[in-house]
């Protein structure tokens, strides 16, 4: 299935994420626990020592180098380069009778780890991410001693130094503390990462009676230069969810790579809104007396319209009336280059209201206009606002006797312009949204057209908690 909407992310968005995240790592390794060490070493002409390295506390973990790579087809890549840990403790040795303690301070330098991210999404169509991959390797360790007996140490320091190697280079479970930095970046992913991802909302109530499917329809794809995340961007009737009768056209995106996010929005993205709203009943409106603007001098009454219809005021003499504006079918909105247009057919039946509040059908009119829409975005929506062109008004059939439809139009122009209209244009400023997960903000706003779709692109901001 082609996806109706696509997000974009950009090598420039995923080094702003890559940011926060490593943060998020960096505080999280902190947490890294020390076992105790201990051993026996030989010394040539002196004999055996016994050391133990207790109370271990690992003072501060720094990712000072890190990048996050594209993995064509497989996800995501984080290698860090050049981190350091800091590591303090108590130590005590034992010579024959000669026994000694203090303090030590451990510098671990130059450590390098690699991890792999793989990307896909959940039945409910919300994105997954795990690793599927977390290597590590460490070029320095460095340790000093305080104590009164500096011969003693310098003689077991290089044990004690090829000790620490060892366990920060083992993937044996018994020496745990490297792998418990592959198993912290896992449960980091688990706990931060994962759940935050999961944030993106995929289903969206946009009022009581639409609400927009986000859903992925694939897992999102990494390229050379971006991660792709194809969504299903369908609107859909909350009262009853009916299949579209028409399917998604293939949706490129140009090779822009200038903000962080783009937005692919397609023509069937925005034409299953009509079709939904439609289907949901909203698109009726109706026009009385006490909807007209008062500086408006034509009032919805017969006697109003018997200037145009002569036989209206001998039927129902001064009598308040209403226009029930609907749409036939939904109306279909195309986008070009140029920008987005629609041609809406719409049906205005006209109506006596009689004392008894009964309506009398007068007449049906069939409307046909150019309308063009403006589309922006705001707080994290996609607004519009509607401008009509020319309207052409025909005469589908009559109650009251033949009339002349031209004579009304100046008067049907007035209704639909000064009522119709900004009524949709109110709940079109209202929105709808993107599909961002928590604490996104956009800026740096661009709306490009093309043929069948436009594009979104945009830096973002995230806000902490």
Not at 143 to 148: A, P, R, Y
Not at 174 to 185: A, G, K, T
Not at 207 to 217: N, T
Not at 429 to 437: K, T
Request: with cysteine; net charge neutral; glycine share 6%.
């Amino acid at each position: 299935t082609n996806p109706g909407f696509v997000v974009r992310i950009t090598q420039a968005g995923l080094d702003y994420a890559h940011q926060h995240g490593i943060a998020v790592l960096e505080k999280e390794l902190t947490k890294v626990k020390v076992p105790d060490i201990s051993g026996d070493f030989h010394i040539r002409h002196v004999g055996k020592v016994h050391y133990e390295l207790s109370r271990l506390d690992l003072r501060s973990f720094h990712l000072p180098y890190s990048r996050i790579s594209l993995l064509p087809s497989l996800g995501l890549q984080v290698s860090i380069s050049n981190a350091f840990a800091s590591v303090d403790g108590n130590w005590r040795v034992k010579l024959y009778f000669i026994r000694d303690h203090g303090s030590f301070d451990l510098r671990v330098e130059n450590v390098y780890i690699k991890i792999n991210l793989n990307l896909g999404k959940d039945s409910s169509g919300k994105p997954t991410i795990n690793t599927s991959d977390c290597s590590t390797h460490i070029s320095k360790v460095w340790v000093h001693f305080s104590g009164k007996l500096g011969w003693l140490y310098n003689l077991f320091y290089g044990a004690v130094e090829h000790r620490f190697r060892k366990i920060l280079e083992s993937k044996v479970a018994s020496l745990p503390l490297f792998p418990q930095v592959c198993d912290m970046v896992a449960n980091s992913v688990h706990t931060e990462l994962q759940p935050y991802a999961q944030t993106l909302p995929v289903t969206s109530k946009i009022d009581d009676m639409v609400g927009i499917d986000y859903a992925l329809v694939a897992p999102p794809a990494a390229t050379a230069q971006s991660l792709d995340v194809d969504l299903k961007g369908e609107f859909y009737s909350l009262a009853h969810r009916s299949a579209v009768p028409f399917s998604p056209l293939p949706l490129a995106l140009p090779p822009d790579h200038d903000h962080m996010v783009y937005f692919g929005v397609s023509s069937y993205f925005l034409n299953t809104a009509s079709f939904a709203y439609h289907t949901a009943g909203a698109l009726v409106f109706e026009i009385t007396d006490s909807m007209i603007p008062k500086d408006v001098e034509f009032h919805l009454t017969t006697s109003t319209f018997s200037a145009f219809i002569p036989e209206l005021e001998k039927m129902y003499p001064n009598t308040p009336m209403k226009l029930r504006l609907s749409t036939p079918s939904p109306p279909f909105l195309s986008i070009t280059p140029e920008g987005l247009s629609l041609k809406p057919v719409v049906d205005i039946q006209a109506y006596a209201i009689l004392p008894s509040d009964q309506l009398a059908p007068l007449f049906l009119l069939s409307l046909v206009s150019k309308v063009s829409a403006v589309i922006s975005v705001s707080s994290g929506h996609i607004v519009g606002n509607l401008t009509v062109g020319r309207m052409k008004l025909s005469l589908k059939h009559s109650d009251v006797g033949t009339f002349q439809v031209r004579t009304l139009q100046s008067m049907m122009n007035i209704y639909t312009s000064n009522i119709l209209l900004p009524n949709l244009n109110e709940r079109l400023g209202q929105g709808f949204p993107l599909p961002l997960p928590d604490r996104i903000k956009l800026h740096n706003i661009i709306v490009r057209f093309q043929q069948d779709s436009l594009m979104l692109g945009a830096d973002v901001h995230y806000e902490p908690r």
